[in-house]
């Protein structure tokens, strides 16, 4: 009896969580890439690295669980679909990380470097940077040789590089760094995917040790694109063309790259969605209208399938002229999907399209589902094929047809803008105040005017005629430009914010995604850990004292915002503790406070030696003192809390709390842990 009661007590809630789950039939493919990404995170913010056996056996556990919900009842299969897609996003992940495994630079060095030159580009200080494979560096074995490096030519270094060639320069290289402060951008899992051994810089010329680059590379073919653009349309409007044609930046300045980000512009420059979808759109439509004035062809043969074919060429032309990276493979992995279900006869927008284009990404590249252009761009196009698709099953009466285009283009600025605006102040900790009045009025004409002149000027350079395309698309670049400036000057343009915790973005999109694609009432508790990602941000609460990983820069929060050690070098690290603080101002204010003494710095005791000549001239410290120092002292045993290279080349970076009264430490190396990319094992030469 009590057997019986028990079953009936299970079978009530047992039947209604089968029903809820049979009502999302026909809806549960967009929820693929959900679990996937789950499971890619998991693999991510694990502190220490799961062995290969464990990751062989998330995958056949995967396999298995995939494999056999066909087994069970309907009503269990999702939940057995979604432990085994879970499973096999972290053997995914796992298996990436091990197949771009290569040796990592353990220590610095000075010395010759050659290599080849497979791209090109600007630091954020506009230095030009060149990344090399196939290096070979003074007195080191092949297999312990990086795959590639990344050198900044800095004081008037240069020459005549072109992609392709083997160069050598005299260079210092060093490890990838690790994050700027516990729980930051963790750099060197970014340089891992990228391959990228060691990164550094040279002051001395960089010669070409061949001539000519070998054979076709798209990277040759995109500078020599990008010279001539240049050469047509000369100034900033060139530099922009330059950088929509054929993704090379070299030419914006800084200034203008600062008023297109406050102006939430920036997006124009990248070769991403937008861009992509724009280029298909224009080609489908020519060819399509081509087509359709040769009766015979358009009368006799699918001229709608032959567009969609020819478009999807236009976009891998231009994925390869691009450069490849990762925003425009996922650009051209959601336009493909498209023009591929327009050829198939099939829905080609719909949140299936885009499931799947996000699952062909991960599959690809699971550590881009960390970066803000992945949780942006599909962010932004998950927001509007939902919205849309809501719009469209309404009566279309309710806005006069003459006001329609407007309408759209109001509302797809306003949705995007919304759904990609926490990501965006979570990566970038700022907002742009009128972000949607500068896109209102230069989003329509880069899809009317720009684009189109764009492939027109590409068109035409086989022939020498790319001068008039170029001239057309720059009279619209300077109105765009015009616009970023305009607004950029504006009162209150830009906002910044505080860095939010590690679990605000995925409260925020995993919620969001439950209101979108769940079927139902249930779909609004989705809105829970929306609000709940919020409220954790609004408390989100910055370190006291923060020491950079080289010892070299120290920082204390004070009343007046964080006081800084040096008012001049470490200025990337000085520009992201501030960002992440949500303070708009620059190291030298910031290194002002510093030098006013304030009681904040006093309280916490911090003894910071700042050059060699305070590293000469030290005397030691006492117990209550907290040493930092860029060099390691001479005592073996000091009476203070001493963090110096020695340490900190253990620890990384240091942040400092004070809670209930006591000093909490907290190290990157607790946040990030013991993983492939930060190893000491595995960098050690």
């Not at 693929?32 to 789950?38: C, E, K, Q, S, T």
């Not at 996000?358 to 599959?363: D, F, Q, S």
């Not at 970038?428 to 949607?436: E, K, M, R, T």
Request: charged residues 15%.
């Amino acid at each position: 009896m009590e057997e019986t009661g028990a079953r009936a007590f299970w079978a009530g809630p047992r039947d209604a969580i089968g029903a809820v789950l049979l009502a999302q039939r026909g809806h549960l493919f967009a929820w693929v890439p959900v679990m996937i990404g789950i499971g890619i995170g998991i693999f991510f913010g694990l502190r220490q690295e799961p062995q290969t056996g464990v990751l062989w056996a998330a995958g056949a556990a995967a396999a298995m669980l995939l494999l056999g919900a066909r087994l069970l009842p309907e009503a269990l299969r999702p939940l057995v679909v979604a432990g085994g897609l879970i499973l096999g996003g972290l053997a995914l992940a796992g298996l990436r990380a091990h197949l771009v495994a290569g040796p990592v630079l353990g220590f610095r060095y000075y010395g010759p470097v050659e290599g080849r030159v497979v791209a090109m580009d600007r630091s954020g200080s506009d230095a030009m940077r060149l990344t090399l494979d196939q290096v070979v560096l003074y007195n080191m074995s092949p297999e312990r040789t990086p795959n590639r490096v990344r050198i900044a030519l800095h004081g008037g270094a240069g020459g005549t590089a072109r992609p392709g060639q083997i160069v050598m320069t005299t260079a210092h290289l060093s490890p990838p760094g690790g994050p700027v402060e516990p729980g930051g951008f963790d750099f060197q899992r970014h340089a891992w995917f990228l391959r990228l051994g060691a990164v550094g810089y040279t002051r001395v010329p960089v010669l070409r040790a061949t001539d000519e680059a070998a054979g076709f590379s798209w990277a040759g073919l995109r500078l020599a694109m990008s010279e001539r653009v240049q050469a047509a349309l000369p100034g900033e409007p060139g530099g922009f063309a330059a950088a929509i044609i054929t993704g090379d930046r070299s030419a914006m300045t800084q200034e203008t790259l600062q008023a297109l980000r406050v102006s939430n512009l920036a997006h124009l420059l990248a070769i991403s969605g937008l861009h992509m979808g724009l280029l298909a759109g224009f080609v489908f439509a020519a060819l399509r209208l081509v087509m359709a004035c040769v009766p015979p062809l358009a009368l006799r043969w699918p001229i709608r399938k032959f567009a969609a074919a020819g478009a999807l060429a236009a976009a891998a032309v231009y994925l390869g002229l691009s450069g490849g990276n990762v925003a425009t493979e996922r650009a051209f992995v959601m336009v493909a999907v498209m023009l591929v279900a327009v050829m198939l006869d099939r829905r080609a927008i719909s949140l299936r399209a885009v499931a799947l284009a996000a699952i062909i990404v991960l599959a690809l590249r699971p550590e881009a589902m960390l970066g803000p252009g992945f949780q942006m761009s599909f962010a932004a196009t998950t927001a509007l094929v939902a919205v849309f698709g809501r719009v469209s099953t309404y009566e279309r009466g309710w806005v006069p047809g003459w006001l329609r285009p407007v309408t759209t283009v109001v509302i797809s600025s306003l949705v995007a803008g919304l759904a990609t605006a926490p990501f965006a102040a979570a990566h970038f900790n700022q907002i742009a105040h009128y972000g949607l009045l500068a896109n209102l009025v230069s989003v329509p004409l880069m899809g009317v005017w720009v684009m189109p002149a764009a492939v027109l000027s590409v068109s035409l350079m086989p022939l020498g005629g790319e001068a008039l395309g170029l001239w057309i698309m720059g009279l619209g670049l300077r109105w765009i430009l015009g616009v970023a400036h305009w607004v950029a000057e504006l009162d209150g343009a830009r906002g910044v914010v505080t860095a939010p915790g590690p679990w605000v973005i995925p409260c925020l999109a995993l919620g969001a995604l439950f209101v979108i694609l769940w079927q139902g009432k249930l779909r609004f508790f989705g809105l829970l850990p929306v609000v709940a990602g919020f409220w954790i941000w609004s408390g989100a609460e910055r370190p006291k004292v923060l020491i950079s990983e080289d010892g070299r820069l120290v920082g204390v929060m004070t009343e007046a915002g964080r006081a800084l050690s040096r008012e001049r070098g470490a200025g990337f690290v000085a520009m992201n503790w501030l960002e992440n603080d949500g303070d708009a101002g620059d190291q030298a204010a910031a290194a002002a406070r510093w030098a006013a003494g304030s009681a904040e710095i006093v309280r916490w005791d911090l003894k910071v030696l700042r050059g060699a000549q305070e590293v000469r001239g030290f005397d030691g410290c006492n117990a209550s003192q907290r040493l930092v120092t860029p060099k390691d002292p001479d005592q073996n045993a000091l009476p203070c809390q001493v963090f110096s290279p020695r340490s900190l080349r253990q620890s990384g970076a240091v942040a400092l709390y004070l809670r209930k009264g006591e000093v909490k430490t907290i190290t990157a190396r607790q946040i990030s842990g013991t993983r492939l990319w930060n190893s000491r094992d595995i960098r050690r030469q």
